[in-house]
């Protein structure tokens, strides 16, 4: 009998957490310990000059290497310059170190660290880490869960260096940035849990801002999503993202994002 509540318990514990993945930003939470995730980011951003849309396409490998630490790599491939090409990649690590937990809600924090090298020209002021900029970034994230619902507010720190041998146009000033998210997620369905096959449906919204510290200048972007994961490992996002406040300069602001993902659980 005892065995059986455990596994109720934990059965609970797990699923409630489903709408707080996140299509746009990363959650305090992490992956399972030992476990490893494969995900392909696909990315049609459309270029203000030309209207042409370029396609970003970022596979990631992610490991959960115990339940307080996780690291991802990504590699990034674009035809922003007419061909398919690698531009780069980058490394991403997180620590939560601290939780309070219940079955049905907890509160979360985590330290966050990234470092992105490309080899692509250097075209807009906005700093962008996911294939664009080569530099580093250095945060916090908070995330809220209280049943159905989720809030995740994120703040960190962004400092761009030069592209390989692509010098950084801007004054040095223009180098170091503020980056700041504030993300919302409810599960949709089902409405009651029954077996891990069930499809969970989350909707999702999240602002998505930056403030470069040498110009002053901002751009924030709303960003609303759908997801749905299946069995438990898998994860399917349809997302888009446009600005609001548009001042800080970018050559593609707007665009949509399709996201999958599968997990291995105890994969060493």
Do not use: C
């Not at 035809?79 to 780069?88: I, Q, W």
């Not at 996911?130 to 989720?150: D, Q, R």
């Not at 700041?180 to 409405?191: E, N, Q, R, V």
């Not at 709303?222 to 001042?247: C, K």
Request: charged fraction near 20%.
């Amino acid at each position: 009998m005892k065995k059986i509540f455990l596994f109720l318990l934990v059965f609970a514990y797990e699923k409630v957490f489903a709408q707080e993945l996140f299509v746009f930003t990363e959650p305090a939470s992490n992956m399972a310990a030992k476990s490893l995730g494969i995900r392909l980011n696909n990315y049609w951003m459309k270029e203000k000059a030309d209207n042409k849309t370029n396609y970003h396409l970022l596979p990631e490998l992610m490991i959960g290497i115990s339940k307080k630490v996780m690291l991802h790599g990504e590699i990034f491939l674009s035809n922003r310059n007419d061909k398919f090409v690698a531009e780069g990649g980058s490394l991403y690590l997180k620590y939560r170190f601290f939780s309070i937990d219940d079955v049905h809600s907890h509160f979360r924090l985590a330290a966050l660290g990234r470092y992105s090298y490309n080899n692509s020209s250097i075209h807009q002021q906005a700093i962008d880490l996911f294939g664009h900029n080569s530099g580093y970034e250095a945060g916090l994230v908070a995330t809220k869960l209280i049943n159905k619902v989720a809030m995740s507010a994120g703040l960190s720190y962004l400092h761009a260096t030069d592209n390989g041998v692509e010098k950084f146009i801007y004054s040095n000033k223009e180098r170091n940035a503020v980056y700041y998210t504030l993300s919302f997620g409810k599960l949709m369905l089902p409405k009651e849990y029954t077996s891990y096959n069930q499809t969970n449906v989350n909707l999702m919204f999240e602002m998505i801002g930056q403030t470069n510290l040498g110009n002053n200048k901002t751009y924030l972007d709303l960003a609303p999503s759908l997801q749905f994961i299946f069995n438990s490992r898998m994860r399917f996002d349809l997302g888009y993202r446009f600005p609001v406040v548009n001042a800080l300069s970018r050559t593609a602001d707007r665009g949509a994002v399709i996201k999958f993902e599968y997990n291995i659980f105890n994969a060493f």
